[in-house]
Structures are given as structure tokens and as C-alpha cells.
């Protein structure tokens, strides 16, 4: 069918079912354009109008070039010929999103779907646009609120860890008090007349530079779980990564659990968020001690290793593990037995893992077992054979 003949007044009187097409084609909400071989735009609906800007006399056989971004156009004849020529598909019947150019030159991203119509006056294509600007946006706010999300969560972890955080930077601030009291000592007798013990009074200050860079560390490593940044992917060791959240949890425990390490050596890097990877594991561990609370001989079990395309880190506890009625509802969010959780913890964590193509799961244990939590994450580096190397401690 030729627009410009049969829609806009052309000699020929449209027949009823060319009216009926015209109808169907300004109805659809999505852009549809019809070209020939070459390129030749033949049908330009009323969506393609507000789409693109140009009115239809100024579409109609022009290339389709004319809505497409400058480096995309003067490849489009290519695939024309090379799809002419040897049938070889690149986009017909398989659609997918590329970027379409507005008359005021502005680029936007589209869906675009090609079929392809063998008519009596040759082959022609049929697109179907779909404007993706609307739905770009709101995925764009819906990463962004779940970055809030996530990162409310960090904050909320540290404050609860607040307090025995507190208690941990105590101890190297007090140890500075006493060391320092201990110099003003030595020297205020040296300017009463007697030797400062020189090699002692070094020995003091080193001691205290030394507490000083720990109540450094520790406030680094909270300000780096909760500083809000904008999502970062790179290449990370995970051992590295659970050691780190294993430091943080245990910081200012009281009576910590025994933590057993197994760690597979030499496994492949994953390109993840580390921070958040961190926080996965920080509430898994925060879960595993508040469940062996009062327990006797509490342990934690923490091992890293490589299965088929995943890197797992399983954490699991000798706790009373999960009622069976627990088990369908633990990932979903306002789901806790704690007075004081947000039971947003399970449910932010497995959002993170599937957000990177990876999984949290649970074998929720009982009978005498505690739960056991595994963390997947996909493999990007090249494998080594991981072995693995026991530490208990
Ligand atoms: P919150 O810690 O705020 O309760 P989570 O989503 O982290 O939120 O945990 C939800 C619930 O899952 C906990 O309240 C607890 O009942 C249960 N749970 C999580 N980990 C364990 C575990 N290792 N052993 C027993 N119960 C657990």
C-alpha cells in the first residue's frame, strides 16, 4: 500500500479495507513505518508523527535514514543490501533497542521490531517503534531507590552495631590515655632533674601511635560500609571481601562465636559491588550470632568456594536454624522474630545477589542443625582450581 496515494486523497478511492488499515495504523499507540528495499519510507503513522516531529509530507519517500542517529544511518544501507543480498538477519524478527533521532536532534531509545512483507511491488519492511524514554526513566529511579534502599539498610546495621563499635574504639583510645599520662610522667621528672628514659619514653609513644592507627582503622572501615556512593562494580577477591565482613561483625563482641574459615584458595575474581557484597554477608553473620545467643559451644562455619559457574560463600551456625513455617516468608521484607529488626535485612541481601546475577539462598536446618545461607555470585575471571584451606579461630 502507498500512504501518499490511498490515505491522503490520491486518485484511487480507498477501497474499505485500505480505510480500515489506515484506521488501525493512526490508532496504535507505537510508531509503525513501512520502507522499501532501498530505504524509501511509504507509510509514516499519526504515533511516528509525535515520535519523530516531521509532519508526513515531509517523511513520505524520504530514506528512513532521516529518523535514525548520523552513525547509525550510514550503516543502515549496508544492512539493507547486505540483508537483500545474502538474507543474513540482523534485527527482522528479533527487534531490539536502538536509538531513534527526533527532528529537533534529539536522541532517544526505542524499541524497534522488523517484520517483512513480500508485496507486488517487491519486499518491504515494517517496523514497530516503541518509545523507551518512559520506561528508561523509571527504571532509572527504581535502581536509584534501590540503591537508597540498600544503603538505609548499611546505616541501619551500623547503628544497631553502634554501640559494641563504641565499646571497640574504647579500647585503643583508653590504651592512648594511659600511655600518654605515662609520657607527661617520664618527662615532668626529667625537668625535675632526672634521665628520661629515652628508649622507654620512644617505646611509649610507639605504643600509642600504634592504638591511635587502630581506632583509625576501625573508624574507616564503618565509614566506608555506610558512605553513600553510587553503585561500583570491580574486580574483588571474595575472601578478601568476607574477611572484612567478618572483622566488622565481630568488633566489640563480647563473647563471639567460634569462626571457622574455609576459605578455597586461588578462586576466581567477581565483579561485584564490594560493599555491597560486604553487606550480604555482614547480615548473614549479624543473624548467625544473634541466633546463638545463649547457646552453648556457639560456632559460625564460613566457606568460599567455586561450583560450576559460581563463586558461593555458605555461612552457617550451630544455632536452632529456621521453623519450616519461616522458611517461604524469610526473603520477603517486615519478616523478623526480632523485637527490635526491620526484617528488611534477607530480603535486601537477596535483592543485592540477584541484581548481580547470583542467588541467596537457605537450607533452613532444625533438628539439631543450624541454618546455612548460600551466597552465589557468577564467575567472570578465569577458573582456578580452588583447594581448600581450613583456619579455625
Ligand atoms: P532482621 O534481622 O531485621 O530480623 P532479616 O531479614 O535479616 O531481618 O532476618 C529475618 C529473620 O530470619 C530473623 O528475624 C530471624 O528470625 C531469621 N533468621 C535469619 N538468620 C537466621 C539464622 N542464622 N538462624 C535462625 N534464624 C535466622
Not at 263 to 273: E, I, N, T
Not at 353 to 360: I, R, S, Y
Amino acid at each position: 500500500m502507498k500512504q501518499g496515494d490511498d490515505q491522503h486523497g490520491g486518485p484511487t478511492r480507498p477501497t474499505v479495507s485500505d480505510a480500515r488499515l489506515a484506521s488501525v495504523l493512526d490508532t496504535a499507540v507505537d510508531g509503525i513505518l513501512v520502507i522499501e528495499e532501498q530505504g524509501k519510507i511509504l507509510v509514516y503513522n499519526k504515533a511516528c508523527e509525535s515520535l519523530f516531529g516531521y509532519a508526513p509530507e515531509e517523511a513520505l519517500g524520504q530514506n528512513v535514514q532521516l529518523i535514525m542517529p548520523s552513525d547509525y544511518a550510514s550503516a543502515h544501507d549496508r544492512y539493507l543490501d547486505n540483508y537483500v543480498g545474502t538474507g543474513e538477519r540482523k534485527i527482522i524478527g528479533i527487534g531490539r533497542e536502538v536509538r531513534a533521532r527526533h527532528k529537533d536532534g534529539t536522541e532517544f531509545p526505542v524499541e524497534l521490531s522488523v517484520g517483512e512483507a513480500r508485496t507486488p511491488d517487491g519486499r518491504q519492511f515494517i517496523g514497530i517503534i516503541r518509545d523507551l524514554r518512559s520506561r528508561k526513566e523509571a527504571e532509572r529511579r527504581f535502581n536509584e531507590l534501590q540503591a537508597d534502599l540498600v544503603h538505609i539498610a548499611r546505616v541501619s546495621a551500623m547503628d544497631e552495631m553502634g554501640a559494641a563499635l563504641a565499646h571497640e574504639l574504647n579500647q585503643p583510645l583508653t590504651a592512648i590515655m594511659l600511655y600518654l599520662q605515662a609520657a607527661t610522667r617520664s618527662i615532668t621528672r626529667a625537668v625535675q632533674g632526672a634521665t628520661l628514659p629515652v628508649e622507654t619514653f620512644r617505646q611509649v609513644l610507639e605504643k600509642a601511635v600504634h592504638e591511635a592507627e587502630r581506632a583509625g582503622a576501625i573508624i574507616s572501615r564503618m565509614r566506608h560500609f555506610v558512605e553513600k556512593r553510587e553503585p561500583q562494580r570491580r574486580e574483588v577477591e571474595i575472601n578478601a571481601i568476607v574477611d572484612e565482613a567478618l572483622e566488622l561483625v565481630m568488633l566489640g563482641q563480647r563473647n563471639p562465636p567460634r569462626v571457622v574459615r574455609r576459605y578455597s584458595r586461588g578462586l576466581p575474581k567477581a565483579l561485584v559491588d564490594a560493599v555491597q557484597i560486604q553487606q550480604i554477608v555482614v547480615n548473614l553473620l549479624r543473624n548467625a550470632v544473634e541466633a546463638l545467643k545463649g547457646r552453648e559451644l556457639p560456632a559460625i562455619t564460613i566457606e568460599t568456594r567455586k561450583d560450576g559457574e559460581h563463586l558461593e560463600v555458605v555461612v552457617e551456625d550451630n544455632g536452632p536454624g529456621l521453623p519450616p513455617t519461616a522458611v517461604p516468608t524469610i526473603f520477603k521484607a517486615f519478616s523478623t522474630s526480632k523485637r527490635t529488626g526491620m526484617g528488611l535485612g534477607l530480603s535486601i541481601s537477596r535483592t543485592i545477589a540477584q541484581n548481580h546475577a547470583g542467588d541467596l539462598t537457605v537450607d533452613p536446618g532444625g533438628d539439631g542443625r543450624g541454618a546455612r545461607f548460600v551466597l552465589q555470585l557468577p564467575i567472570i575471571a578465569a577458573p582456578d582450581n580452588g583447594s581448600a584451606d581450613e583456619d579455625a579461630g
